[in-house]
């Protein structure tokens, strides 16, 4: 208050009397704002300003807004100064009932966030350590969001480290901060998905998880819930964040949480009927149970996946302890009864484990598996204590059983809408679970106690028993279990030829004190029955106590039986004989077909439908109504077209569309006095893929049909024989096939043989051709010694050759020398007789000899005179050579 | 960090590798930019991985673009010790931009991913850089790598390029192709191993929130139905 007088004296001055005019004052204060050089003024024209913010908000606005952003640009050193600005532009955007325009706030939020750098500086402020100033930037922001939702978050994705300032603030020990964070990023994260994966990048998951441990878990208060609300906000619709959430280990994280019991505390009283459950605590767990639904929605890819791990790490175990404890709200009863058929729906494993678990009722000692049902406790109290019981019959116990005497039919509503959505998850897409159910239509042998006998049955003759229960002073509210048991049988014999069997085989032990009527029998008279009441009462003209169905009303139960009719008879000739035995029901039909009553296209409309579904199946020679009665009733009391008309009218209605819709939060909903008709997807299902073959069929004569049938007959034994052949053709093919394969596997041993044989043929070859290699190289060897051999032979010979040759030269020359000293002694010699004509020879070799050496002689001369020559011409040429000793 | 190992210091990150195909994507795509957070990642020691799926292996030859980001896991083994990585993959176009800038902080690692068939997405890496450095910690791993490396017809960027690329800025550089899944597993896991290095030579301070990194731990309470594997036996720290 100080400072605000200082300021606000500082302009009214001297003159304290005179008023001054706010255009005028708003003014200067604005252009101190920008001008002050002073700190202290700066903080006194703010002040100022902020004294007027809301009584003159729209001129505040007009003149103050650019010098207030600019201030919380430039000053970042006063953090008196930052708060009062930022409390000064919240004065401004924040709404008021007052505001003139209207949308004045809206107007100065513009003006703030399309300011280029204002966003990204508030961000940083929420990161200021002062309090006020970190409190006031995360309110601005909160009221910007309230106006401009989509500006604002685009202005705060352009800054890198926008959105993570925000996840540090879930960390903020001051809870006003921390909380105010969390309120403005669930509104955040309503919409956009780039804020919801830059949260969780930034470890949003594990910040809230530690809030929530914190705080309590599910016992913790109203923050508990905001934190699960914006875990909800940011996997809901966002793929990537569920993958992440699973990867991280979260989804591990939520048993503990959905292990709950709220603390017992002394002022609540022991009876059951005191709840110990806090509205905050159902707040809490709903929206957990929420979040724990949405990661096993069906039909979602990453679905199975997380059922598996939601099995994995005991989530089932907790939701069946909430979903029957007594004195769990309803609400939470329902959506965990839910949760649990949505973790095993689709899922044969989970399935299967849910199949096997049993639960015991609660004895004095602890017994270990799921303590108790309290239901069966109260109900039965001839039941003996910590009997273990299937899981399964225990619910549908909750769906279609007696309900707990304290509480009403209508609070158990959804208990009951519930545990029947748990029990199709179970039986949807697992034909061993239909068949085991099927299987114990027939009840064992019991005593004759009504109310004992319903806990001991089985699941499947506890159906049967509640679908054929009489239904005389039923209110509409109690009918509705009887509802749930039809659909639930109808579920069961959809499209499954065995279960029809099994049904077609059992019988109602008393029905009508009739003993051991058909099972589909007593449906149709159940049929006749709920709509006779519902006449009785409309003709008895406004009963005061709403029942079956007030005037006008569709009748949700007869259309229930005719639809589980429809289920059973279609393709199943010997059902429809059967059900054709109770004669009186066709006339039934006729009846509601031909009512006039315009409002009740539905029932008309599936009484048309059961009724072409008889036509058409007809067919069975066992039939106590022929087809040509048939016909008669059709031509004649109905008329084709009407029929026709009626089905189309069916088929084009709300009711049967909303069965394509979400198959749960439309299953039913209580209004005050009637029970809206809902349809199962199975029924839906049924009538859009048959309607227009069910149509053609009434357009034809009974000659026709009957044609038809022998046709189909003859087809359906030649088929038979075929499929027969076919199975023959397929053994036999198995058969050869497993021939053919011992065939192939013999041929490829043959191979293998023929194989190896070559390949020993082979090698026996290699053998050979490497031995005659061996020979060969032998034979090389001796080839070569021979030929060293003979080499050295010739060597030798030669050799000796040579030496004879050299002895010759040597005896030639001694002779030579011999002859020659003759030839000098001859004349002096003595020549014997002969030795004359020796010397005669001799002379005239000596003579030839002679004449050679002349010869030689000359030729030497010549070459003497050739080399003189040469050696001129060399001379000549420049070489020079040494004179020789034959030209000196 | 011996005994009491089943907690082991997790790392993580990368980013999935992708490669488009389709003409029209391509043309959309300004850069394949890819970064890599490993953050917060916790492992189980000893938790089989094989149940992982392998995100980067799954290629298809017309990939849908990115949309803003998509977050992947993927288990690792780096010396016998289970890592878990947490893979932000960001969208390379320029719309995108702003948004993929919060993903930097907190990041371990980065892999910066460029076209070698295209030669523009290679000249953008200096800006993509610039943000990454900008925006994450001094101590972040960013590796190069050049997709697509199948097409080696079709190279507008030599090897030798995206090399000496990243030899100046101080990054790994791997070739790959997410098409064959040459490369791919080994660049994911030189990011890892660099991280757990720094892990390892205390560059990086696991104790702060912002490194990115995450010790494991075995998750207490969790109740074991009759089929369940058996209870992995919780140490104390």
């Known amino acids: ?888 | 960090m011996n005994s009491a190992c089943d907690y082991e210091p997790l790392k993580a990150c990368l980013e999935k590798n992708k490669g488009s195909r389709d003409p029209n994507a391509c043309k959309a795509e300004w850069e394949q930019f890819r970064k890599l957070c490993s953050e917060r990642k916790k492992t189980l020691a000893q938790k089989n991985p094989s149940a992982e799926c392998e995100p980067y292996r799954r290629f298809q030859p017309a990939h849908d673009l990115t949309i803003g980001v998509e977050f992947g896991a993927q288990m690792l083994q780096i010396n016998g010790k289970s890592i878990k990585l947490q893979i932000w993959d960001t969208a390379g176009q320029e719309s995108f931009r702003s948004i993929t800038r919060s993903y930097y902080r907190g990041a371990a690692g980065a892999l910066l991913v460029y076209d070698i068939t295209r030669r523009d997405t290679f000249d953008h890496l200096a800006t993509w850089l610039e943000d990454a450095r900008k925006h994450s910690n001094s101590d972040t791993t960013i590796i190069l790598i050049g997709n697509k490396s199948d097409l080696e017809a079709k190279r507008a960027v030599a090897k030798e390029e995206g090399q000496a690329f990243a030899n100046d800025n101080g990054l790994f550089f791997i070739e790959t192709s997410a098409k064959t899944a040459d490369n791919v597993e080994e660049a994911f896991l030189k990011t890892a191993e660099n991280i757990y290095e720094k892990i390892q030579n205390g560059t990086i301070n696991i104790s702060n929130d912002s490194s990115g990194i995450k010790l494991g731990q075995i998750e207490p309470g969790r109740v074991s139905m009759p089929e369940d594997e058996p209870e992995i036996s919780n140490s104390c720290c």
């Open chain 1, 1 to 888: 208050m100080d400072f605000f007088s200082r300021g606000y004296n500082a302009l009214v001055g001297e003159g304290k009397n005179y008023q001054q005019d706010p255009v005028q004052t708003i003014q200067k204060l604005s252009d101190r704002v920008y001008a002050s050089t002073l700190i202290e003024d700066k903080r006194a024209a703010v002040l100022g300003l902020k004294g007027l913010s809301r009584e003159y908000k729209q001129l505040v606005g007009k003149e103050a807004i650019p010098p207030l952003l600019n201030v919380l640009q430039e000053e970042s050193e006063d953090p008196n100064l930052i708060k009062s600005t930022l409390e000064t532009l919240n004065n401004l955007i924040a709404f008021d009932q007052n505001d003139e325009p209207r949308d004045l706030s809206t107007i100065h939020a513009r003006k703030i966030v399309e300011n280029d750098s204002h966003i990204s500086k508030v961000l940083e402020l929420i990161g200021d350590q002062d309090f006020y100033i970190r409190y006031n930037a995360l309110q601005q922001l909160t009221l910007l969001f309230a106006q401009l939702s989509e500006l604002l978050i685009s202005k705060i994705l352009v800054s890198p480290t926008g959105v993570g300032r925000f996840v540090d603030l879930l960390v903020d020990p001051r809870e006003i901060i921390r909380n105010e964070c969390v309120q403005l990023l669930i509104l955040m994260t309503e919409k956009n998905a780039e804020i919801q994966k830059i949260l969780v990048f930034e470890n949003t998951f594990e910040k809230l998880f530690n809030i929530i441990t914190d705080e309590g878990g599910v016992g913790g208060n109203i923050m508990v819930q905001d934190c699960l609300q914006l875990l909800y906000n940011l996997l809901a619709f966002n793929t990537s964040n569920q993958k992440y959430f699973r990867e991280t280990s979260c989804i591990q994280k939520l048993p503990e949480l959905v292990k709950f019991e709220p603390p017992q505390t002394e002022l609540a009283g022991y009876s059951p009927e005191v709840s110990f459950w806090k509205e905050q605590h159902i707040e809490n767990m709903f929206v957990l149970l929420k979040i724990v639904r949405m990661l096993v929605q069906p039909e979602n890819v990453d679905t199975s996946v997380n059922q598996t791990i939601m099995q994995q790490y005991g989530m089932i175990s907790p939701l069946l302890q909430l979903s029957l404890s007594i004195e769990v709200p309803s609400t939470i009863r329902g959506l965990a009864l839910c949760s649990i058929g949505d973790i095993i729906q689709s899922n044969l494993q989970n399935q299967f484990l849910f199949q096997r678990t049993l639960i015991t009722a609660q004895s004095e000692e602890e017994v270990e598996q799921f303590e108790h049902n309290q239901i069966d406790t109260d109900a039965s109290k001839g039941l003996k204590k910590s009997v273990s019981e299937p899981a399964a019959l225990v619910i549908a116990r909750l769906a279609i059983g007696i309900r707990p005497f304290e509480m009403s039919e209508e609070s158990y509503f959804v208990v009951r809408n519930s545990a029947a959505y748990l029990i199709k998850s179970f039986l949807k897409d697992n034909p061993d679970a239909r068949i085991s159910v099927a299987a114990t239509f027939t009840p064992p042998p019991i005593d004759e106690s009504v109310e004992d006998a319903e806990s001991i049955l089985s699941l499947g003759s506890l159906l049967v028993s509640i679908m054929a229960m009489p239904l005389e002073g039923l209110t509409q509210i109690e009918a509705i279990r009887i509802w749930h048991a039809t659909s639930i049988f109808s579920l069961l014999l959809c499209d499954d030829d065995v279960c029809k069997k099994l049904a077609l085989k059992t019988s109602v032990e008393s029905y009508n004190d009739s003993p051991d009527v058909p099972l589909l029998v007593a449906l149709s008279f159940q049929a006749i029955q709920s709509l006779k009441l519902w006449n009785v009462e409309s003709g008895a003209n406004k009963s005061p106590v709403p029942s079956f169905s007030s005037e006008g009303k569709e009748n949700f139960l007869c259309i229930q039986f005719l639809c589980a009719l429809c289920i059973w008879t279609v393709n199943s000739p010997e059902s429809v004989s059967a059900l054709l035995s109770n004669k009186e029901f066709i006339l039934f039909l006729t009846e509601i077909i031909t009512e006039p009553n315009p409002k009740k296209t539905v029932l008309s409309g599936v009484a048309a439908f059961l009724f072409g579904i008889i036509y058409e199946f007809n067919s069975s020679s066992s039939t106590n109504i022929k087809i040509d009665e048939l016909y008669l009733i059709l031509s004649k009391r109905i008329g084709i077209d009407n029929l026709l008309l009626r089905l189309t009218k069916l088929n084009d209605s709300q009711e049967i569309h909303n069965a394509f819709s979400n198959s749960f939060d439309n299953l039913i909903f209580l209004n005050n006095d009637s029970v809206p008709v809902v349809f199962d997807s199975s029924f839906a299902n049924l009538l859009r893929d048959h309607i227009n073959q069910t149509k053609s069929f009434l357009k034809k004569t009974p000659d026709m049909i009957k044609k038809l049938h022998e046709n189909s007959k003859l087809n359906g034994t030649s088929q038979n024989l075929k499929s027969q052949n076919a199975d023959q053709n397929a053994k036999n093919s198995g058969r050869s096939s497993k021939g053919q394969e011992s065939e192939s596997a013999g041929k490829e041993t043959e191979k293998l043989k023929a194989m190896n044989e070559e390949l020993l043929f082979s090698l026996d070859k290699l053998k050979i051709v490497s031995t005659q290699h061996q020979k060969e190289s032998e034979e090389l060897k001796l080839q070569v010694d021979s030929i060293n051999a003979q080499w050295e032979e010739k060597f030798f010979l030669l050799q000796n050759e040579l030496q004879f040759a050299k002895s010759r030269i040597l005896e030639l020359e001694s002779l030579l020398e011999s002859s020659n000293e003759r030839a000098l002694d001859g004349p002096r010699s003595d020549f014997p007789g002969d030795g004359n004509s020796e010397v005669l020879a001799l002379e005239e070799k000596f003579s030839a000899l002679e004449m050679e050496h002349d010869d030689l002689l000359a030729l030497l001369a010549d070459q003497d005179a050739q080399c003189k020559e040469y050696r001129n011409m060399l001379r000549q040429l420049g070489q020079e050579i040494p004179p020789s000793d034959s030209e000196d």
